[in-house]
């Protein structure tokens, strides 16, 4: 059985040392999230993670969802309760406004939660998941009695919500979409029209569930400019706000997955469905990307916390595994064998792993604190650097570490040998679960065009700008001292290479947009190796002052390796993108279709 | 339903022009393949492996293997009427001695036949995939009368067979082996013991199975040196030849996998099983790794194998689907989107995988035909050069044609967006089944080992020397040549990338094993990534010498970008490569094992 301990020593350190997040206490809801608050709800999340969740994973894969002949879902054994448990404890709204029932605390500290989440059982995860996104979106472009109505239902936990996006002929290309509305004479919309790939579809955890669907009104143009959003409950809602009969939707058919059986995945039939207008008409596409964005930084998370969950079952193994002797001679000479740890090439494996890890988690706290900064500050510049900060890493941030997270998961499963393939160890269905995370909420070959051809020209470069001038001044500030050489001196050549790829777009790509498609991926992978290695700079910093302030814990000794090794063996990549990227696009483009 | 159609067109570009094959009919059974001969037994699998094999793929994975309470395994609906036609066509014994019933045609071919059947069904392939290496071990160290009994029965499909190695605690560590054999008057041993990870352990297509088992002698010495080779039939073969009753061997149990659902991969008991021994007493570990080198090449062409069948579809998808408007304006305006093949990443992706494929292919044909220059060649000096080759390569071809052949799989998987998530695309299939690629026969880390710890140093690293040698004059004689430049160029930066990085090994990891531990993969990898580079150079130059010629076929072409796209995105990657071998073991070994 797979185990899993919340890394909340690792959390800490991030809140408390790198990013000394009491330093914005002047923010509506950091001063509740006071350091004993911080301390209680990370611990009772992590123990939620730990003792109810993660052992209903493999349950949850095995069993699946099983959708009946009159179209009810039925979760796996134990989820429903553990949904009941999750709600009771008032996680669902943590960040949420508390006007409409929530605690206001800051979207840092759910990223956080999610993680463990995630890690404990990504299946289940998706449900309180998808439900945020959609309050998000409420909250955002729903009107006030939406608001009211949907809202504090959500949170409780009564309602669950969805996205419907993708139809079967249509997925990244939005435009293409046919599900269409018709208005109806009270203001309300019959919707019609079949959605695929839809998590949470239908399931047996709520009383209600509420669909956020994209449609197009009759006579609305074609294309991305004739679509709106409409909320749609599956049960319809009576005047007193209680839940009154079925409304038109239904799931078809579950979709055979390679992962995440736990997550109910709906094919959506509507068929005059009602819903309601979300925002305005035809700005369906302005509204839905307030649940991506939230959405994408989730399924960051997600990459993170499969790799963290992987990882720590890796090193597990390999402590206890006994196979062969270290090179240098037995280490455990009383034993048969010596623990598979003692090798270089299983440590490398780890190493690498964990220095994404951490890496990868600062990243995630660093970026769902500049969110809360540009939805709670109330200077207006620093609202708008912390807004430029997220719309450029939030395509990094999942892309990277969906890409990343599920590379890791393959390592570790490599740990065990043949045992990772059996399924009873676990190994093989974090690798199964994981694979998902690179592929939805745009697969990860549009981040990296998102990043190219829309974060990184907006506003002349801006967003992109001030990261370098960051990261170059933090490199400048302490290059000259000796013990945070190992870390800033390849900081900077990485950083010089990321600069170099960006002038080279910005001299190559505008007149030739296949330049800049051809190197996205790899300036996307570029640009999340700098950003690790500035993070990586910064925490070693910190664990420095802190073994010289005296403290001898050990994972700041375990800080400053793992920081190494990342600068060593995973920040010289950045060479070979730049190489790729200065390619161009020349040969990628030369073959017609029918040569391949 | 995926589809596959085998590379012939490929095939026969390496076989005529890239290594001609035709020089080679000096030596045993090269002159009896023929090219009409070859054309024949090419066409022939792979009109069986699309046609027989392909549809049965989804239905082995679905179905999996079934074993029942007393014992007996059902294979997938269609396996066994499958193997059947396969054994009739003569295809087990296509390359083994025509003394006991094979056709003595070269192994090179058994490989490319291998390579069609993976691509078609990995799961069935195994079933004569074991076969063949039990035959291997059986006519190399089995003793005349073993081989007439075991051999010909095998090549007729009547008798399959296994290998068995692994038990609960000991994998990679065989010395750590339980299975014990007790000397009987007759000359047999009585077998006891637990195996586990037997493909093809039991079934129903065959008559009988005959396992091959590494078991210890009652008071053999300690570790690998006590160890055994055993032939263990699953019903006993009575004097006549003719098959008899149980034989105390039984499979306790079908393993839960990841992929490969079609092969039954057994928990093997030996219960007081008679067996006879395979060679010398304590002789055990030598003759298994006959089969283990014969097992570690045709895994290498599994994932080769994965990785075309993988593009394949990832291409047909990519062509068909409309999805979004080329980046430099639609190029068909009249449909409603364009297909995804326009876009760059989406190309990009392509080449990446397309370049593998026939640069692995051109490895897989080179090396196979050394293997029968060492086993075929009257010259000593010829049989030891191509032997000195096999050795080198076999660990380098195995580890990075499966990890890459693995990677492949996921980067065509992502092609299909959403839908590549969904069982019923087959693309996850492909993921699951090429996974165990990279941990069978010695995971990856072990073939990196073997490359760096014992066949990089063998005989004062002669194999290594005689392949710089031999690259570096392929790249001296056509370094002058303006159309051989873009390939010769970065061959050289490549090779000598490789050669300081083993100069840095022998001057650092004598003494310091670690440095060599630490430093395998990557070696591994740098040195498969110049042997790519080495293959796509002279492939670049025959197309070229053949367009000179007026050969107008459109393969030719796509043979030029793809080697350059090779060139240019995926070879750089030895730079890092370099730098990691470079960094030395330090970091690696510095903490303590509480620490991760």
């Known amino acids: 059985m797979p185990i899993y301990k919340a890394p909340v020593e690792d959390v800490n350190f991030l809140f408390n040392d790198v990013f000394q997040i009491d330093r914005y206490n002047n923010l509506p809801g950091f001063s509740d999230a006071s350091p004993d608050v911080r301390d209680a709800i990370i611990g009772e999340a992590a123990k939620f993670a730990e003792e109810v969740l993660q052992p209903l994973n493999r349950v949850g894969d095995l069993e699946g969802c099983v959708r009946h002949d009159d179209g009810r879902v039925t979760t796996p ?87 419907n996006l993708t139809e079967p002929h249509c997925g990244t290309d939005l435009g293409l979409l046919r599900t269409r509305a018709v208005k109806q004479a009270d203001g309300s919309y019959k919707i019609t029209g079949t959605k695929i790939f839809i998590s949470a579809g239908e399931h047996d955890m709520a009383e209600n569930i509420i669909h956020l669907v994209l449609a197009r009104i009759e006579g609305a143009p074609a294309g991305v400019k004739g679509i709106s959003l409409f909320v749609v409950p599956k049960r319809t809602i009576n005047a007193d706000g209680s839940v009154g009969g079925p409304n038109g939707v239904s799931c078809g058919s579950i979709e055979h997955k390679m992962g995440i059986h736990g997550n109910s995945t ?94 990868a988690r600062a990243m995630v706290v660093w970026t769902a604190l500049k969110g809360d900064i540009a939805h709670r500050s109330a200077d207006e510049k620093e609202r708008q650097a912390a807004d430029d900060h997220m719309g450029l890493m939030t395509p990094v941030l999942k892309g990277v570490l969906t890409d990343s997270g599920f590379a ?86 990485a950083l010089g290479h990321l600069q170099q790829a960006t002038m080279w777009l910005m001299q190559n790509a505008m007149g030739k947009p296949d330049n800049a498609g051809a190197g996205a991926t790899d300036y996307m992978k570029l640009f999340g190796l700098v950003v690790f290695g500035y993070m990586w700079a910064q925490m070693a910093k910190v664990a420095q002052d802190k073994i010289a302030a005296g403290d001898a814990a050990p994972y700041l000794k375990a800080k400053l390796v793992t920081g190494r090794f990342f600068m060593e063996h995973m920040l010289p990549e950045t060479s070979v993108h730049l190489a790729r990227i200065q390619s161009g696009a020349a040969t990628t483009m030369e073959l017609p279709a029918e040569a391949f």
């Open 77 to 163: 054994k134990g989820f429903s309760e553990a949904f009941r448990q999750y709600t009771e404890g008032g996680w669902l709204g943590l960040s949420a406004p508390a006007e409409y029932g929530g605690q206001g605390l800051p979207v840092t500290l759910t990223q956080i939660m999610s993680e463990f989440l995630t890690s404990a059982n990504m299946a289940f995860g998706m449900y309180p998941g998808l439900t945020k996104g959609a309050m998000a979106a409420l909250l955002v472009h729903g009107s006030e009695e939406q608001k009211k109505l949907f809202v504090p239902r959500m949170i409780a936990g009564d309602w669950t919500g969805t996205m």
């Open 266 to 359: 709906c094919v959506m039939n509507y068929d005059d469905a009602t819903g309601w207008l979300v925002g305005a008409e035809n700005k369906g596409m302005a509204a839905m990307f307030v649940m991506m964005n939230e959405a994408r930084l989730g399924v960051g998370v997600q990459g993170l916390a499969m790799s963290e969950v992987a990882y720590q079952n890796a090193v597990a193994y390999a402590r206890e595994r006994l196979q062969g002797r270290a090179l240098t001679g037995a280490k455990d000479p009383d034993k048969p064998a010596d623990p598979i740890i003692v090798h270089p090439d299983v440590r490398r494996t780890l190493l690498t792993i964990r220095a994404f890890n951490e890496a």
């Open 408 to 493: 890791n998961t393959v390592l570790a499963q490599q740990v065990f040998g043949g045992h990772g393939y059996i399924a009873e160890h676990g190994m093989e269905q974090f690798v199964r679960d994981a694979r998902i995370a690179m592929i939805y909420e745009g697969t990860n070959g549009i981040q990296a065009l998102d990043l190219v051809g829309r974060k990184l020209p907006r506003d002349g470069g801006r967003a992109a700008m001030a990261f370098f001038a960051e990261a170059g001044a933090y490199a400048k500030a302490h290059g000259d001292s000796d013990a945070m050489k190992p870390y800033v001196a390849p900081l900077s050549t």
